[in-house]
């Protein structure tokens, strides 16, 4: 399966501010998924990143908030913008692979921001 | 809809087996699946199972899926300590390019 490298680990915030997560994977791949997890929540999906098109946003997020790159079929980077407390969660990005031995998704070990 | 439930809280003793429910709406799922987080982790894929499936086992886990009820429950036989975390069911339309709908989440407590 494959390996995510997802950082920062964790930070803290100021209110107004903005946090950019990386991932990168040790394969390519053609779509990344990035999730939010609140506190004490299950994980909900943020968007598909699509390597040389927009991301796709679920309801109820917008590009002007989580704005995304995914420059290549390896990496991509989601921006936590002009934060607020309640941006204070866990984001994950994840991969999807097939393989004869896994077939699932892959998470990164996520990033744990609090913003004060 | 897309809607998948599950137990907030299970507790049950070292060495006993546990079984962890899950119920989805959306009958188009095809792939489902079992995931683990421990404390100030990721989540760890533990199994999957395909829609044309009954029943998957894995060493000390065994999947049970009940298409016409919706209902996927995973079963850990001689559980331990070590299993203590939260459990997440997920459904996808496919495995590889559709989003993965989460469940709540089921808090595993182990007692020794």
């Known amino acids: 399966s494959a390996v995510i490298s997802q950082k920062p680990s964790r930070d803290i915030c100021q209110r107004g501010t903005s946090l950019t997560i990386q991932c990168q994977v040790d394969?390519?791949?053609?779509?990344m998924f990035w999730y939010r997890q609140q506190p004490g929540q299950s994980l909900t999906l943020i968007a598909t990143?699509?390597?040389?098109?927009?991301?796709?946003?679920e309801s109820g997020f917008v590009i002007d908030k989580f704005p995304i790159s995914r420059p290549n079929l390896t990496f991509s980077t989601l921006t936590v913008s002009n934060m607020s407390p309640e941006d204070s969660s866990i984001y994950l990005c994840?991969?999807?692979?097939?393989?004869?031995?896994?077939?699932?998704?892959?998470f990164g070990s996520g990033t744990r921001l609090t913003v004060v | 809809g897309e809607d998948v439930e599950q137990s907030l809280f299970l507790s049950v003793r070292e060495g006993d087996s546990s079984v962890i429910n899950c119920t989805y709406t959306?009958?188009?799922?095809?792939?489902l699946y079992w995931y683990k987080q421990e404390p100030g982790a990721g989540l760890q894929l533990l199994t999957y199972?395909?829609?044309?499936?009954d029943m998957k086992q894995d060493q000390r886990l065994t999947v049970l899926l009940n298409k016409k009820d919706k209902h996927l429950s995973l079963r850990i036989a001689d559980t331990q300590t070590g299993d203590s975390a939260i459990y997440f069911c997920a459904e996808s339309r496919d495995g590889a390019t559709n989003k993965l709908i989460f469940g709540t989440g089921t808090l595993l407590a182990v007692q020794p």
């Open positions: 199972i395909f829609s044309n499936m």
């Open positions: 990143a699509n390597q040389g098109s927009e991301a796709t946003y």
């Open positions: 994840s991969v999807a692979l097939v393989d004869r031995a896994n077939y699932g998704y892959t």
């Open positions: 959306d009958s188009s799922s095809t792939y």
């Open positions: 394969s390519q791949v053609t779509m």
